[in-house]
C-alpha cells in the first residue's frame, strides 16, 4: 500500500480470501483484483481531492 493512501484506506495492506481450494482461488482472482483495484483508485481519488498525491502506484504488496 502506497503510504500517501494509508491515511485513506486505513490500512496497510490489502487482502482478501480466495477460499482454500486452488482452482476456487484461480477462478475467483481476477474479480479479487479488480476490487483490490477499485479500493486503491477511490483512495487515491480521496487524496486527490485533499490534495495530496499518492508517493508511489506501483508500491502495491
Do not use: N, Y
Not at 14 to 33: H, N
Not at 35 to 57: I, V
Amino acid at each position: 500500500m502506497p503510504a500517501g493512501l494509508r491515511r485513506f484506506m486505513g490500512k496497510t495492506e490489502l487482502r482478501t480470501s480466495l477460499g482454500p481450494e486452488f482452482r476456487t482461488a484461480l477462478k475467483l482472482l481476477p474479480g479479487a483484483v479488480a476490487e483490490l483495484q477499485h479500493q486503491l483508485a477511490a483512495a487515491e481519488r480521496k487524496a486527490s481531492q485533499a490534495g495530496r498525491a499518492p508517493s508511489s502506484r506501483g508500491a502495491i504488496r
